[in-house]
């Protein structure tokens, strides 16, 4: 789906298909830099992260391992509950494991600092962070991402795998959700 199928529905278009193909790539250099030599998990967080899954993967010129978690803090608002619950954990053993968690955005930052103490609980050799978002104003709980696409506002954003009442993730671009669709 293409920004011009849900025009009414965004208030802009933040990056195009193109920008996030291109940050990407700059993504994976710098991953391919620094995991040079070493084996690397990455590990998805459902279902957001599909998108920045395949592409960021696709974009390594590398072998690289893919593992999953579903976990879930929000319900269907648009406002974090602030409860993190496992619904799908990793079908690998990660001791001794160097792991990057990807994910789509961070915004109060309550997901990745809850499933980082979590993952490091297992004797991972690393365990390092990738997101394609960040919304610095809105962190309550400290996240260190290695790996940043862009930092944001707090608007709420959909596409590329951000959903909004499951809706927009196959958005081929990231864009502003007008707040006549969630008002
Ligand atoms: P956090 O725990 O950092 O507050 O929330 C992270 C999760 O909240 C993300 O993985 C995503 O599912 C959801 N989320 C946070 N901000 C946005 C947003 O602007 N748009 C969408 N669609 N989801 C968001
Ligand atoms: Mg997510």
């Known amino acids: 789906m293409d920004a011009a199928h849900v025009d009414d ?26 995991y040079d030599g070493k ?13 920045v899954m395949a592409d960021l993967a696709r ?16 319900g269907s608002g648009t406002k974090s509950s602030g409860v993190v619950r496992i619904l799908k954990d990793l079908d690998t053993d990660i001791s001794g494991r160097h792991v ?4 789509e955005v961070i915004d109060t930052g309550l997901t990745l600092s809850w499933l980082t103490s979590n993952l490091n609980s297992r004797n991972p050799a690393s365990v390092e962070i990738c997101t ?3 919304k610095p104003e809105a962190q309550q709980m400290p996240v260190q991402a290695r790996y940043v696409g862009w930092d944001i506002g707090e608007e709420f954003v959909v596409g590329y795998g951000l959903d909004y009442r ?3 993730r196959n958005l081929r671009d990231i864009g502003t959700l007008a707040p006549h669709v969630y008002s």
């Open 39 to 51: 084996d690397l998990l990455i590990v998805g967080v459902l279902r957001g992260a599909v998108m």
């Open 166 to 168: 499951e809706n927009y």
């Open 59 to 74: 974009a390594l010129g590398r072998h690289v391992e893919m593992d999953w978690m579903a976990v879930s803090s929000y």
């Open 132 to 134: 394609l978002l960040r």
């Open 9 to 34: 529905d965004l208030v802009e278009v933040l990056f195009t298909e193109k920008q996030i193909h291109d940050r990407l790539g700059e993504l994976a250099a710098d991953i391919e830099r620094d």
């Open 100 to 103: 990057l968690i990807v994910d």
